[in-house]
Each structure stands twice: as C-alpha cells, then as structure tokens.
DNA sequence: GATGAATGAGGTTTCATTCAT
DNA sequence: TATGAATGAAACCTCATTCAT
C-alpha cells in the first residue's frame, strides 16, 4: 500500500465521518433544525465537552450532561444516539482542525539552518496542542484503547497530517545522504510521531517526574534532531 | 529530588501496595483463607485476566466472570470489594516481575561492542514483554489514563527499573563525551522509555499501516542507539 | 435553657425539616415535579403509609410499595432516596398538624370548673390521636428508638406543644398555690405527657390485660387531675 | 379474668419460654453441649450484649457476633437458630433477674410512714434499673413495638412483679379510704407503671431537655405518691 | 422544539444459611 | 466441636431510553 493510497482512504473516512456528522444534524424526528435546535445541540456539545475536564469519560451519563445545560434528557435524545456520539463529534471536529495544525508545525518550516531550534518549535507545538486539548485527547485514546474502530480512525487521522509531512521530511534526509539508507522513512516517521504524541500526552508525569517543561521540549527536540542526521 | 530518592519513594509505593495486597487477602469475614480458598480466589484472578483479552475493561462484570469461572457472585465479593480491585491484583503481578524483566533487558549488557545490536534486543523484549500482556497493559494505561493513581503508580513501577536503567547509561555516555553535556540524563532516559512503551503498545497498529514488526524494531533501535551517541 | 430559648429551637428544627423537604420535592435529575409528578408522589407516600398498616417497617421494601402503587421502583427513586425518606415525609406530615390538635387540647379548656371532665377529654384526645395514627406513631417511635435522630425529634416536635401548655399550666397551679414550690413545672408536665403518650400507645395491651379504654381514660385523667392539685 | 388468673398464666409463658430455652441449649446436631460447647455459647451471648450497645438491632448480623467473638457464622448456628434467638435468650435472662428486683422495690417497703420517701426509692430503683440495662431494654420494646409476641411477653413478664405489687399496693389505699372507691387498682397500677418504665426510658431525652435526673426522680416519685392518695 | 415522567433491564451487593471436613 | 467456603435469593439502585404533551 503507498502512502497515497493510505492519503485518499484516511480522506475517505473522514468524509465518510462528516458525511454521519451531517446526517446526525438532522434531529431525531427528521427534522432538519433551525437556528434554534443548533444552538441547543452546540450547548450540549460545549456542556460536553466541559463536563470532560472534570468527570471520566466513564462517568460521562447524559443526565448529567442534560442538567448542566440546563434541559432535559429528553432533548439530548434529539441530537444525540447517545454520549458517544457527541463525544464523537467532538473529536471529529478537533481533528479536523487538529491535523492542519499539527502538519502546519513540520512543514513549511527551513530543516536546513538550525534544525535543532526547528525541532524545538515542532515540540513546543505538540506540547501546547496537548495541553489545550487534553481532555478531549485523553478521551480520544482511551476509546481507541478500549478497541473503538471510530476514535482509533480519529486518531490516525489527527496524527496523519504531521506523520506524512515527516515522512516526506525523513525521505528528503535519506536521498540527501543525512541518514543510513537502512532508514525506513515511514518507520522513522511513524516512531517518532509516536514519540512526540506520547510524550506530550505524558508531559504533566514528566513534570511531576522532576523533567521540567522546557527540558522535555528539548529534549524531544533532540531526539528528533538526532534521528534526522544520524549519519554525521 | 534526587534520583535515589525517587527509587526509595517508588519502592515505599511498592511496599504499601503489597502490604494492601496481603491484607485483602483476608476474606470478608475477616478470615485468613486456606489452600482451597487461595485456589477459588486464583482462578477468579485467572479468568479475569481471560476476559480481559475477549471483552473490554468497562464492560467486564462481576456476573461475568464468575459465571465463566463456575462460581457465584457473592463468592467473588468474598475475595474482592469489586472488578477493579481483582484487576489491581492482576496489574501489581505484572509489575512485580515485568519491572525487574524490562530492567535486565538494559543492564548486564555489553552497549561498548556493537550499540545497534544490544539496542535491538531491547527492542525486541520491549515487543515481546507487550504482546504477552497486552490485554493487561492496556487495562493498565486505560486506567491511569482516566486518572487512577494507583493503576498509574503501578505503570510507573512497570516502566521504572528500565528507566532507572536507562538513566544510567545516558549518564555514563554523557560522561564519556558521546551525548553532549546539554543532554539530560532523566529526560532522555524518560523520552527514550516513553517511546520504547508506547510504540510497543502501538506495534499491531504499526503492523496495519505497512510497518512490519522487524522494521519497527529496527527503527526503535536506531533511535536509541542514535540517542546515546548523537555526538559522534 | 429557658422554655422560650427551647421553643425557638424547635421551631427552627421544625423549619429546616420542612426546607429540606421542599428540596427534596425536586426529582432526582433536578428538576420541580410538576401536577402529574406530585400526584405520583402522593401516591407513593398513600401507599407506603397503608403498608405501614399491614407489614413492619423492617419488611417495608421499595418493591413491595411500587407493586402496590401500580408503578415501577425506578419511579420511586425518583421521589425518594429510599424508603426512610417517604416514611420520613409522611412523619412530618403527622407532626405538623398532630402538634396543634394535641396542643389544643389542653389550651382553650377551663381547667377550673370540673378539672377531672377537663382531664378526661385530654386523656379521650390522646387515645384517639393514638388510635388514629398508630401505625405511623409506631414507627416513630420505633426510629426514635433505634437512636435516629430526625425521628426523635419528629416525635419532641409532635409533642412539643402539648408538653409546653401543660407546662404552663403546671405553672399557673403552683402560682395559684395548687401544688407546693417543690414542683418543678416542667419535669411534671414532661412526666404527665410522657404518661398519656405512652399508656395512648399501649391502649391495646390494657385492653388485653382486662383494663377496658373507658377505665383507662378515667385513670389517666385522674392522675393528670390529682398531679394538678397534689396539695389539696 | 382474676389477677390470680393473670398471673398464672404468665408463670406458665415464662416456664414455656425457659422450657425453649433449655431445649435450645442441645445443639443442631441433637447433642447435649458440653462444657466446651457451653462456653462457646455463652461467648456468643456475651457478644451479642456487647454488640446491642455498640448498633442498632436492626443492623446486627450473624457476621458481626462472630467475626467479634472470634468465632465463625457456622458456629453460632450451631447454638441459636437466628440472631433473634440469641437476645430472645438475653431477654429472657433479663427478665427471670429484673423482675424480682423491680419487685422488690415495691414490696416489702414501709408505705405508711413516709411514702413520699418510698416512692423516691422506687423511681432511683426504675432509673437505675433502665440505666443499667438499656441497650438490652431497648431492644425488647422495639420488638415488642414491632408486634413481636415473644418480645411483647416478656416485657409484659419484666413489669409483672411491680406491677403485681402496685395494684396490691393501691387496693390497700382504697380499702383504707385513701383514695376513691371509683379507682381501679389495676388500671391505677398499670398506668403508674407504665409511666415510670417510660420515664425511665427517657431519662436522656429529659436530661437533654433539661431536667436533670433528680428533679426527675422526685417528679415521678411524687406523681406516684400523689396518685396514692388523692383522696387526702 | 422542548421536556416532564415513567420504566425496562440488568448489574451490584448483602446475608443468612448450609455442608463437608 | 468448630469452621472454612460456597451460594441462593432478594433487594437495591441506576441509567439509557421512550412517550405523550
């Protein structure tokens, strides 16, 4: 399978998402909704979302969900199969702006000149979209843990944009003779998309850990600087 | 705080949890059990972890498993207060020998010959080590990820003999003028370990994405053995 | 203490009993029951005081009232955190209009002319209200027994008022020289009361022992009669 | 009915209940306990006692005795059928001692000269009496108030002596025209009686209240000695 | 569009009680 | 005699989910 192929299906499936994402726009009864109705499913995703940071996903019921918002379970039944559901949206949405975001932090970026400082920015970036997005990650990889087809999709989706751009970048560094042509620029890619996603996921243990913000950053950093020319 | 007292601290965890462990080895009526107990009492634990690898952690109910281990629920509240604590159990096994194996698989290695070598049997065992307890380990990681500190103090105990390990190579590489003295033993060390488990973790995933298991090991490897000589 | 201080105290008790109350008409998911929630829960309350009748208050089951009701225990949990809830409402009920009646029974009668007629309608009140409401007075005291709280002072609160007119009668008696100085108001208008509750509530077992309800009417009446004149 | 009647009638009860008794000293098994066996019983007994002061009746298991008296549930089973067994047989002891005792308060007294006197020992004797045994006394009313027979008799057989010697007591009185020929000596006694059980049952609720234990006394004392001769 | 109410369904939990040793 | 173990049986309680208004 090339990278391409792997490119459109990914594009495929999350159009296929948001294709479901449309459908689940119309109520329960058929309905299309009006200004109304959308702004009552926004403030149950928002309540959702905000009900993330303090409970488990686990713990997450629709009561709960439905008394912060202050309407009734009823109503969410309108907009929603179930919490999954809405949680679902949730990421779909965080990916969809997620992936970009993450991409954006390895391309259009000069590797050349200083690609330690380059690499730092890239750490800082994924270091700062987990901490704005945490709970919602968090939710994220627990349902594709626990096997769910639909987050594990999110999540290679979120991660794609910015695994293809180092793959690209790590392809580059083999033909330019930067890394042993042993090096298998998908593996090398993928490893440490890995590296930075977990890290960053884990940055709070770290600190508690003793290994301060800015030493995790450079040191991500420098993993990354050291895997692009192990050949010096 | 230094790093040995981060090790007495984490051995004192350790202690406590065991200590817990022999006093819920008391049966609900406060009686020590004998051998025919302790054998009831195993086989819960044994088809708890069976379970495990057919349905998930969220769905795993006491009915359940005793059902499938030929008993009655009010006997497994006879040896657990919940699902969870015999879980616990499970985890605290695993990470009394999985610590000391994930360990031995750095030290008492040669890493002056050939670095790369050494560096694909760790690999390698970090591989093994999580496809013969997958089905545990993610238990373990789904529930430190939903905030359980004792399932995230059990992880820690999992990965910290290893890291602890690893922590002293660096050191002795930075010594040596191979990482530069910028290079934070406890981070890389920290870095390193966080990539090793969760791209184990991730391996079938890898697997679905074109990257077979051998060139996943090699490209872990690499980078490692990259980290620990990034001067050269 | 002065009788005043108490009285304040217990109508604040009283007060919060019935906030509390009134926070408990919301349902379970927080919302204010509207007319068809409020008949259910009256319903619910009907039905639990008629099983009272019939079964103890141990026995009395969340099943057992539902089926009864024609309803489901989902609907009761939704009213009521558990059966000592409801019982509880139906106890305040009680004390909230059985206080004025047994009150007025001692207030508002001319203790002058013929205190024996006078003493005799105080003992037929007492046995009536007993006799009335026995099951529910039962269970009171019951609970008041077993040490709880709330319902002893349900059951002070029932008899509060009764207890303060007749202590200020006692008083009026010693004043008027009916009674030595040594009397101390309120321990006699405590002992009488406690009196006429109790031998109310054993009504039926006089009965059973060959005292008729008439004989034991005259013979409470003449005690209270006697211990308001003791220095005839 | 006569009293004489009456009076057999519960001598014949309490052999009855003793008879129980006896027959539930043999073990389940139809063995005659020994003096091990013995022991063990009355071990349980004790802990029982000492259980009742600790919680409530309703929340005491065959669990908690054992698990207290160092035994095991499987054990008690093999002296008492149920829990209930076990402190109908304190019960029982409770009555065969205390109801001479409470007798004797009232017999064998000097009512002529100072009866004022007397019936302040009487009213100390009931306080005590009530003091020393409440945690067992409670529970017989509660089961007696539940509708227990067993329990309701024994209480009946607790009271019966003062009871007895009471309404003797008053018949004097009325034969020697200290009080009305309209007074019923057994309804007279049975009310005065109650009132001093009562009280005394209360004692904490009128300490609590206000009235300190001799006021309290004296009060009783005085409504008894006052209801011994109204005609005065 | 919104929501009061009701409830089916199912897992949890607790004990009293019994056996076999 | 004593007691480890096991368990049937019965409530409890909680939610997701659905109507009728």
New interface residues.
Partial sequence: ?STED?EELLADDRAALLADDRAELRAVDGRVPGRRGLATRRRLLDTTLALLNTS???DLKV?DI??TAGT??ATFYQYFPDVEAAVLVLAAELTEHGSGELRSLIVAQNWDDDPMAVARRVADGYLDFWQAHWSLI?VI??AA???DERF?DLR?GLLHGANQAMDALVDTHVAEGRLPE???P???A???T??L???AA?RQ??EN???PRE??R???A??VA??LS?A?
Avoid: C, K, N
Wanted: glycine share 10%; charged share 20%.
């Fill in positions: 399978m792997r488990t996903y686990r009561v439905t008394r009734s379970p968090r990889d627990l843990l626990e096997g594990r290679t042993t090096a298998r998908a593996a090398v993928g490893v440490l890995s590296m996603a977990h890290v884990h243990g770290f850990w003793g290994v030493q995790l450079d040191t991500m420098a993993i050291w895997s192990a010096g």
